[in-house]
């Protein structure tokens, strides 16, 4: 059965991305549906998978990650707003399978990819 995961990763201080709010919405642009609101724990993951079971579908699909704040309570940035204040991932699910969408991040730069 296919699943949605997730990790977030401080590129800038070799840590995981603790405490970092996520939401998840599957549509695009106004005919997106809100499924869920997450917190990264102390590993850069959510505790859960985002997605199981009969939730899980082919779509397309975007996370939100509120990186702003918490580059601003680690003190490596004070810029309100951030130059990233929120990531936006767009993706699109297809098959039945296990969907790793990790985040690579630093106060001026970001990617992602397909894992496993």
Known sequence: MGKLTTHILDTSAGIPGRGIAIRLYRGEGVAR???GDYASNDDGRC???LLEGGEFAV???ELEFEVGEY???TGAID???AFLETVTLRFAIAEDSH???PLLVSPWSYSTYRGS
């Open 47 to 49: 505790d859960t998978p």
């Open 33 to 35: 549906e809100p499924l």
């Open 99 to 101: 969907y790793h969408v």
């Open 79 to 81: 810029a309100n707003p």
């Open 71 to 73: 580059f601003r309570g």
């Open 59 to 61: 779509g397309t699909y």
